[in-house]
């Protein structure tokens, strides 16, 4: 029995608020507490090897990075790839996401037990405070994320978190065990309190982004030949 139902109406449109749960007992509480514990065991399982000068975190290669790091990388990228560049942080995140999910299964965690589990990683990984609510009957989720580490010192007029609405389309694509996406419907950056982020089946928007991906791949290679053309030409002279 799952522990609560979820009723989400169309989940482009939806906000984390117009979540309702209509069932919860104390069996619910007690699961949630062992998937809790759980899931930090093997979060918080942290390996230095020092002849590989490498960290491990759950059996995965991890490094440590700062948030000022990411959000420069958004913006190097966004500035070279211009919109596309949109889209070739979103699939890095999605693979991302996918590997995770994949990673924790492997290492014993349940299917049900992963929605738990990104909301302890995003949370304790220092992306953001988040909350994860996921619907496994109807295969929707809604994440809210505050101080998300994309906005951070950052002002935009759209949603900046492209790297981790792939990440979380991802996770949950392993979750739902179907092509899922992921999108961000309020973000901080563009003035509102918190992030929100609405995830549903949608094939077709994978579609589009690789598309997207393969010409921005395209144009920027077009455009680093012009410059290590002109760079050529002024070393010749």
């Avoid at 490094?63 to 070279?80: D, E, F, Y």
């Avoid at 590997?99 to 990984?125: D, P, R, V, W, Y």
């Avoid at 949950?172 to 092509?179: C, D, E, T």
Wanted: glycine fraction near 8%.
């Amino acid at each position: 029995m799952e522990c609560t139902n979820v009723d989400f109406v169309h989940v482009r449109n939806i906000s984390f608020d117009s979540l309702i749960v209509t069932q919860k007992d104390e069996g619910c509480d007690k699961m949630n507490n062992e998937t809790r514990r759980r899931c930090l065991s093997l979060l918080e399982r942290t390996e230095y090897y020092d002849e590989e000068g490498e960290w491990r975190i759950a059996g995965s290669d991890w490094l440590l990075l700062s948030g000022s790091t990411l959000r420069t990388w958004a913006k190097v990228t966004k500035q070279i790839l211009g919109s596309g560049a949109d889209a070739v942080m979103y699939m890095v995140g999605k693979y991302a996401g996918e590997q995770f999910a994949k990673k924790l299964l492997e290492l014993g965690l349940k299917n049900e037990e992963l929605e738990e589990a990104l909301e302890i990683f995003l949370s304790n990984g220092g992306w953001g405070k988040a909350r994860v609510k996921v619907n496994l009957q109807n295969q929707t989720a809604a994440v809210r994320i505050r101080n998300s580490v994309s906005t951070r010192q950052t002002k935009s007029e759209e949603p900046v978190c492209h790297f981790i609405s792939g990440y979380i389309a991802g996770s949950l694509s392993v979750i739902f065990g179907k092509k899922t996406e992921c999108v961000e419907t309020g973000c901080k950056a563009a003035g509102e309190p918190f992030c929100e982020f609405s995830v549903e089946n949608l094939a077709h928007t994978k579609t589009d982004n690789l598309e997207k991906v393969e010409e921005t791949i395209a144009n920027s290679q077009g455009q680093h030949l012009a410059v290590a053309n002109q760079v050529n030409a002024g070393a010749s002279t």
